[in-house]
């Protein structure tokens, strides 16, 4: 069974320039998130999405953050325009939905550095 | 609201030595509890999840994880460390159903293990 897909590994942009993060979660698993991870620190959830309605974006900048989850499967997360304070590694998981007891599965992350 | 504190930032242990990171919980109700491990450059793979039943709970790769509800602990363990677990390893916790803003994982701020030959 395949993993979790995030592209692409290692992203490199100049401060105020838009940027783009593309997921593709395990098949068959209805809830998807994105996590932030920022150096020595564990994963905060970003948003998290059960097929394709967001239901829990409460840690997201909607300023410059966006995300969608077209047809309930593959998750975009955009950031414009970036911002020093954004290097970091972006994550994605996916779980299935099973009476509240899912395990949630990582892809390799996105490292996002910003100059 | 929800939290994990792993009192260590790193753990040195000598090959063939038991190991143990230590994690602390804070959630209202039941809590659902987890291990992962984050090797360079890779996501984190799952290890292990107390959801109810035994305190001790098996996971990947040898480790187990002791869930103690009276001290709020989940430490994770292993009775005889490899130069390849050297890591780091997260404790994350996430509360009971029903609340849409829990259902994602609180992760600690994790633990680097170290495991010298």
């Known amino acids: 069974e395949a993993g979790v897909v995030q592209s692409p590994r290692y992203k490199i942009i100049e401060k105020k320039q838009p940027v783009a993060f593309w997921c593709n979660p395990i098949s068959g698993h209805n809830t998807l998130y994105w996590y932030r991870q920022n150096l020595g620190q564990g994963p905060e959830l970003l948003i998290r999405?059960?097929?394709?309605?967001?239901?829990?974006d409460s840690q997201l900048p909607k300023d410059r953050f966006s995300a969608e989850r077209l047809k309930g499967v593959d998750s975009t997360l955009k950031i414009q325009p970036a911002e020093l304070g954004d290097s970091a590694v972006y994550l994605c998981?996916?779980?299935?939905?099973?009476?509240?007891?899912?395990?949630?599965?990582f892809g390799p992350g996105t490292r996002l550095l910003v100059l | 609201a929800q939290s994990v504190a792993q009192p260590e930032d790193q753990v040195n242990v000598a090959e063939g030595n038991p190991l143990t990171v230590k994690c602390t919980y804070s959630?209202?109700?039941?809590?659902?509890l987890f291990w992962y491990v984050q090797y360079p450059n890779r996501g984190l793979q799952f290890l292990l999840k107390y959801i109810t039943g035994d305190n001790l709970v098996k996971g990947s790769y040898g480790f187990e994880a002791e869930f103690n509800k009276s001290q709020t602990s989940f430490h994770l363990k292993k009775p005889s460390a490899l130069v390849s677990d050297s890591a780091l390893y997260f404790c994350?916790?996430?509360?009971?159903?029903?609340?849409?803003?829990?259902?994602?994982?609180?992760f600690g701020s994790g633990t680097r293990l170290q495991v010298q030959p």
């Open positions: 998981a996916s779980s299935f939905d099973r009476g509240d007891r899912e395990t949630q599965y």
């Open positions: 994350a916790v996430r509360g009971v159903a029903g609340d849409t803003g829990r259902r994602a994982l609180t």
């Open positions: 999405y059960e097929n394709e309605e967001a239901v829990d």
């Open positions: 959630v209202s109700g039941n809590p659902y």
